[in-house]
């Protein structure tokens, strides 16, 4: 089967001949497919081969001759679009026959575009009919589907279309017809899971919805720079990527797209004018397809649309093809007709203005002007407004003359030609104001005065004609001169006075009227004040006087450095008072008063001053007062210094003590006072804390010693011990002094305190081993512990400090020594732990050796230190009060890494006795090794 179609419009004329069917659209299509494809130089020579038969048809339309021709020109949209059918032609060569051709009906009838998603809504689609051959009835065929394939078809009419058929490949316009055929069965399958995937999208998004972007695409549109559909504006498809789509817009190349909705309803014309190839397209923000451009390769693409107010639509302006280009352009809308002229129009009048309202043209408008003509015939534009806009304010009017006003409407399909409207006439009027004053401003009792109304109009006319007062009741008319009219020779009581202003305006300007309540005062009088001596500050009480104009009785008031009394003044100060003399006045006399400043003298001050005696350190209160009872400031130079009025003595020698008041506002500045004191040096008291007995053989213990002023304290010790900077060690046993001394210096006498302890016998001491390295797991880590010089008998118990559980516990035997072997806990935390090794001594009394071991966060031994022994405290009795806390023990040493854990003694034991430990320590080691051997 072969379709030809090529258009301007719907219907045509259908041929055949032997199965040759060419159909003419007039709507813009192209070759429908048959079974196959065949290269171009086929469809050639059967294009020759049938043309001068096809032309000499009935009915057959001139275009058809320059097949080839149109061939050609369809290549940039099958290779472009990739959605236009190739020509069966190897079955046209096989089967047609040489037979004439026969014109029939109309083969198809284009429509609509169809609601159905899974077409392009700019596509129409045509329904088949029957095409017969009535020469030759044997040839007849089954109904052909004329299908037109160009995606820029116009739209012909409503009604409702068969689906279109899946575009074939352009790749396939030479394939074999075996490879056609094998498309063409996979074909529905495709077709049919393609239509499921569209209609399932359709469900789900029923409508597109409306965006605002960056003009990018269909969906993400930039408004339309116009607010009325009339006007020109630029555009540009620069950096714009989105290629043409197959099902919707848009359909033409890099795209930008615009949405807008008109508010007048009308014919639009959209043009775009580019120095590329272009093309327009317009939607429905729904996504319906309205209008697109037509197809020629043009710079100046254009669309013809009805646009109706409230719609919201979507532009898209693009390249005509993928090598068209892009760059900038220009749009331009404008309407196709004038409009009407507006109705309803209303004039108000205002001051030399006028106020006009109108219902909306009918048509695209882009604005209104307004023509105004005085009653001399001259008519003038006295007014615009833009499109959307229904009034407008005419000003520069002539009160008191009446203008007559018409409206016309405008676009740029005929501007200054639209009809005028209705002409409504309007007569502007001013305004006026009435203004009353005094003269003079401030009315009093008894004296004269005039009352001035002034009338001022709007439009700064001088206003003419007549006033009418009413004063206290009385009415009066009096002429304007200059706008202003006075009413003379008033006068009044004390109370309120009230006038009205009315002014009866004129044809060009309102009446008005002005309220005014006059105030009418009290009369003034004047006091006066008599002479009086000068004071000071403490003097006693003077008497004052005064008398006013009036004859009513005066009242004193004092400020400043006094205070008054009746007629009696009191200085409470020096400086300056002010005496105030006040007369209350009567119903028609206003109050007076009057004043008189002088100034009351300062009063003298003397100061006494007593400083102790004072040694180096001390401090002491310094007694010093003012005659005046004014605090005194107190200064020190020498060996002491002075705070908050306490003297401290800061060096040995001389302290210079002054005293100073440098007086007040009423108290005069006082004479210093200096005094002289020695200072000597000071005494000091040394104390040493009780040292108390001690166990030989034991960790050191610190010594401390202070001074009661905080000097360097020295050491030193006698008998069976020996002092090391602040730690004493038992080197025997016996009585042990310590002496602490502070010599003294420059400021400081000497002092010292000593005290003494008894040193007793040799305690037993341990040695604890753990048979581990650094990083080894610290749970069952095994430990040896080798004790000697115990009391034999008793119980030799090993715990861990964290737990408190014991971990070994054996028998000390007759030769005083014990051995225990053990292994750490599982479990312990990170951080310090002790091994405790606790037994009793030689002399009964409770011994202890500790060794101390870190664990890491890993539970792996970190640091292993070696064993010492300390000291067991003695148990306190209940009733003995609490002792003063002693000082905090020295920090331990910082543990310094080892690779082996190592033992050792104090230094105290003899070397023989140490050596034998470490055999029967070395015995032990190998005990557990062994054992621990065996268990592994």
Not at 320 to 348: K, N
Request: proline content about 8%; some cysteine.
């Amino acid at each position: 089967m072969l379709g030809l179609s090529s258009g301007s419009g719907c219907g045509g004329w259908a041929l055949r001949r032997g199965r040759l069917v060419v159909v003419e659209l007039t709507t813009p299509s192209f070759l429908t497919l048959g079974e196959d494809h065949v290269a171009e130089e086929a469809w050639d020579a059967r294009v020759e081969e049938y043309e001068d038969d096809l032309q000499d048809a009935p009915g057959w339309l001139p275009w058809a001759g320059p097949w080839q021709k149109y061939l050609d020109e369809s290549h940039p949209y099958t290779n472009r679009k990739g959605s236009y059918y190739a020509v069966d032609l190897k079955r046209i060569v096989a089967d047609a026959a040489p037979v004439a051709a026969t014109p029939v009906e109309s083969a198809q009838h284009c429509a609509a575009p169809r609601a159905d998603r899974s077409l392009p809504h700019h596509m129409p689609t045509c329904e088949p009919e029957d095409v017969h051959d009535t020469a030759h009835p044997a040839r007849d065929f089954s109904p052909t589907t004329l299908r037109p394939m160009d995606p820029r078809a116009q739209v012909c009419s409503p009604t409702p279309a068969e689906p279109w058929s899946i575009p074939v490949r352009p790749s396939l316009r030479h394939a074999s017809p075996s490879r056609v055929a094998a498309l063409t069965t996979q074909m529905p399958r495709a077709l049919a899971v393609l239509l499921a995937a569209v209609l399932l999208l359709v469900g789900l998004t029923s409508t597109r919805a409306a965006a605002v972007g960056d003009g990018s695409s269909f969906d993400s549109p930039l408004p339309l720079p116009l607010t009325v559909m009339d006007g020109t504006f630029e555009t540009t498809t620069e950096g714009r990527t989105t290629p043409q789509a197959v099902n919707g817009p848009p359909m033409w190349y890099y795209s930008t797209w615009y949405e807008f909705t008109p508010s007048h309803t009308g014919v639009v014309r959209i043009e775009a004018t580019s120095a590329f190839y272009n093309g327009l397209e317009l939607w429905y923000a729904n996504g319906q397809s309205l209008s697109n451009s037509n197809y020629a390769q043009t710079t100046t693409s254009q669309l013809l649309v009805w646009l109706t107010a409230g719609t919201t639509y979507r532009l898209g302006f693009g390249s005509y093809g993928p090598d068209s280009g892009t760059g900038p352009a220009t749009l331009t809308f404008s309407p196709t007709q004038v409009p009407t002229a507006p109705t309803a129009v209303t004039a108000t009048a205002g001051d030399q203005s006028a106020l006009v309202t109108w219902s909306p043209a009918t048509g695209i408008v882009r604005d209104y002007s307004l023509v105004c003509t005085t009653p001399g015939r001259i008519r003038f534009s006295c007014g615009t407004a833009a499109g959307n806009q229904f009034s407008a304010t005419v000003t520069g009017l002539t009160n008191g003359q009446a203008t007559t006003i018409e409206v016309r409407a405008h676009n740029s399909a005929g501007f200054g030609a639209g009809p005028l409207s209705a002409a409504v006439e309007v007569t502007p009027r001013g305004t006026s104001s009435v203004v009353l004053t005094t003269d003079p401003a401030v009315v009093v009792s008894g004296e004269p005065f005039a009352v001035d109304a002034t009338v001022t109009r709007s439009d700064t006319w001088t206003a003419t004609g007549s006033v009418t007062f009413v004063i206290d009741g009385e009415a009066s008319t009096v002429e304007l001169v200059g706008g202003g009219a006075r009413v003379t020779g008033l006068t009044s009581p004390v109370g309120t006075v009230p006038v009205t202003a009315t002014y009866a305006g004129s044809t060009a300007v309102t009446g008005s009227s002005g309220t005014l309540d006059i105030s009418v005062g009290r009369a003034s009088q004047r006091v006066t004040i008599d002479e009086i001596d000068s004071l000071t500050y403490g003097d006693a009480p003077v008497t004052v006087s005064g008398s006013s104009t009036s004859g009513g009785p005066v009242t004193f008031a004092a400020t400043g450095a006094c205070t008054v009394s009746g007629d009696q003044l009191h200085a409470t100060g020096a400086g300056q008072c002010t005496l105030t003399a006040s007369q209350a006045g009567t119903t028609e006399r206003l109050p007076a008063t009057a004043s008189m400043t002088f100034t009351i003298a300062q009063l003298a001050q003397t100061l006494t001053l007593e400083v102790p005696e004072l040694v180096y350190d001390q401090s002491a209160d310094v007694e010093t007062s003012s005659s005046a009872d004014l605090p005194v400031t107190l200064t020190a130079d020498g060996a002491c210094t002075l705070t908050d009025g306490r003297l401290t003595a800061t060096d040995v020698g001389t302290c210079t003590v002054t005293a100073t008041q440098d007086g007040t506002a009423d108290v005069s500045a006082a004479a210093p006072v200096v005094v002289d004191v020695q200072v000597e040096r000071r005494t000091q008291d040394v104390t040493i804390a009780p040292i108390g007995d001690q166990l030989f053989a034991v960790e050191p213990v610190q010594v401390t010693a202070t001074s009661s002023v905080g000097l360097p304290v020295t050491l030193t010790a006698a008998g069976a011990c020996v002092i090391v900077e602040d730690l004493l060690f038992a080197i025997t046993s016996g009585e042990c002094t310590v002496t602490a001394t502070q010599d003294g210096d420059e400021h400081t006498l000497p002092a010292r305190a000593s005290s003494s302890g008894r040193v007793t016998g040799t305690a037993a001491p341990a040695t604890v081993v753990i048979d581990a390295e650094q990083g080894d797991d610290a749970d069952g880590a095994p430990f040896v512990v080798l004790a000697t010089g115990a009391r034999p008998g008793t119980e030799l118990v090993v715990t861990e400090s964290t737990t408190a559980r014991p971990l070994a516990r054996v028998t000390v035997g007759a030769d005083g020594t014990a051995v225990a072997t053990g292994v750490l806990p599982p479990g312990l935390a990170a951080g310090e732990h002790r091994l405790v090794v606790s037994t009793v001594g030689p002399d009964g009394a409770p011994v202890q050796t500790e060794l101390r071991f870190t664990v890491g966060a890993d539970g792996t031994l970190a640091w292993i230190g070696s064993s010492a022994l300390v000291a067991v405290p003695a148990p306190v009795a209940p009733p003995a009060p609490a002792p003063a806390p002693a000082p905090a023990p020295a920090p331990a040493p910082a543990p310094q890494p080892v690779t082996l854990a190592t033992t050792g003694t104090d230094g105290t034991l003899p070397v023989a006795l140490t050596a034998g430990v470490w055999l029967l320590l070395g015995a032990a080691l190998l005990t557990v090794r062994r054992r621990r051997s065996t268990t592994a």
